[in-house]
Nanobody, 120 residues
Framework: QVQLVESGGGLVQPGGSLRLSCAAS????????MGWYRQAPGNQRELVGA???????NYADSVKGRFTISRDNAKSTLYLQMNSLKREDTAVYYC??????????????WGQGTQVTVSS
């Protein structure tokens, strides 16, 4: 099994910054894609951005230029640096990791979610 533990959410004022982390552990052979998603009340879960094994990044248009995704392969950890936060960024943020476990089975794991609230 692969477990993901998220941290770093909280309350921040508009224009502020937060950094989310997602640490993966368990029977991991290889991590392919790592991504962040978010879900606001009444909305569907949406992709914030993702990074593949080659380091290629893609972001939702709504966060381009404000959010930055990075990964530390040695620590199997994914980060989301969020700057210039807006009220509409308020949501529960989830990390997602896809890869192969040590039995060479594909896995698609989700973190427990962390609340980000942007409010004055």
């Amino acid at each position: 099994q692969v477990q993901l533990v998220e941290s770093g959410g909280g309350l921040v004022q508009p224009g502020g910054s937060l950094r989310l982390s997602c640490a993966a552990s368990g029977s991991i052979f290889r991590i392919n894609t790592m991504g962040w998603y978010r879900q606001a009340p009444g909305n569907q879960r949406e992709l914030v951005g993702a990074i593949d094994s080659g380091g290629s990044l893609n972001y939702a248009d709504s966060v381009k230029g404000r959010f930055t995704i990075s990964r530390d392969n040695a620590k199997s950890t994914l980060y989301l640096q969020m700057n210039s936060l807006k009220r509409e960024d308020t949501a529960v943020y989830y990390c997602n990791i896809k890869g192969l476990d040590t039995a060479f089975r594909g896995f698609d794991s989700w973190g427990q979610g962390t609340q980000v609230t942007v409010s004055s």
